[in-house]
Each structure stands twice: as C-alpha cells, then as structure tokens.
C-alpha cells in the first residue's frame, strides 16, 4: 500500500489513494471488522488495561466480574457473556465469541452495576464507553441491509454524512487510547 500512495501508520493514516491505472477513481482500504474485533478483545484481554485519557482505564477485569456475579446471581444482565468467551484462546477465531464480548449488551450490564452501586463496579465508565464505541463501529463497517436500522443499516447516500462523521469520531477516539504504561 505504502508503494501506492496510502499508509496505515497510526500518525499518518491514508487509507485511500489513486488507483494505479485508471487516474479518476481511487482505491480506499479499510481494516477487516471482523479480524479488528477480535484483535481489540486479544489486546484487551493481554494487557488488562486500556488508557481511554480523560475517562480512565478500560479493563478485561470488568468482564471478568461480570461473568462471576451472573453466574452467583444465576441470571445474566442481557448479554451471552460466557466462561467461553473469557477463556476463548482455544477458539480465538471464532468472530461470534469476540462480538459478544466487545458489545454494547456488556457495556449496558456494566452500566447498570455501575450506576446501581455495586461493589467492585465503580470504575466500569471507560469500559463501557471502549465497548460502546467499537461495538457502534462494527456494526457500521459489517452493515449490509438496507432494512435494517439504526447502526447497522447499510451506507447510503443518506447517511453517508452521518456515518462519516461517526467514522471520524471513533478514528480520533481510538487514536487517543493508551497502553497501561502511562
């Protein structure tokens, strides 16, 4: 890509250049979603903690406790969260298992048990919010009907606007995020 023109360095992101033999189009890449989610779950889960600065620390320790108070409570908090999808290493290609995890239904439990008081759960906002935000963008980047709604509808000409600014949004959001180290 570098050869044509683009680059995916993360200071100099140009994903979209000229096409080699035909001058008035142009070619645009873009990261496979299904490969990134997982990739993130895998990030998430080897470092234990993300920097969202100015938010705090997204870390893998919330799913972990999820999934312990669900499985002592016995009910889950809308979300498929599973001892599988924890301990997925044996499984890491299964693009179902990473969705489930980095979701917005476990944004939403831990945002109940947040605003809820629970113990151990104070400190779930930049999770939620990491979780939201990719969530939101896989959907857009893996939409392909036009009936269906909201995030997950296919790109259009009508809501292009909207979706390029919500692109430009989660670019400049996932940009900002830190390793555990500062």
């Excluded at 994903?15 to 895998?42: G, Q, Y």
């Excluded at 919500?166 to 959001?173: G, I, M, N, V």
Aim: proline fraction near 3%; glycine fraction near 4%.
């Amino acid at each position: 890509m570098l050869n044509l023109g683009g680059s995916l360095k993360s200071d100099s992101i140009n994903s979209i250049f000229p096409h080699p033999w035909l001058s008035e189009m142009s070619v645009a890449t873009i990261f496979d979603p299904c490969h990134m989610i997982k990739l993130l779950r895998n990030l998430l889960n080897e470092y234990e903690i993300i920097n969202v600065p100015g938010i705090g620390k997204a870390r893998w320790k919330h799913f972990e406790m999820l999934h312990q108070l669900q499985l002592r409570e016995g009910l889950t908090l809308a979300n498929k969260l599973t001892k599988q999808h924890l301990e997925y290493k044996t499984q890491k290609m299964k693009v179902r298992l990473a969705v489930q995890v980095i979701s917005a239904s476990c944004a939403s439990a831990l945002k109940y048990l947040r605003t809820n008081n629970y113990p151990g759960f104070e400190d779930t906002l930049a999770t939620e919010i990491l979780l939201e935000k990719v969530d939101r963008l896989f959907d857009t980047l893996n939409s392909r009907s036009k009936f269906a709604s909201g995030y997950k509808a296919a790109i259009t000409r009508n809501t292009a606007n909207a979706n390029i600014t919500l692109l430009s949004e989660t670019r400049k959001f996932l940009l900002s995020l830190e390793d555990s180290t500062h």
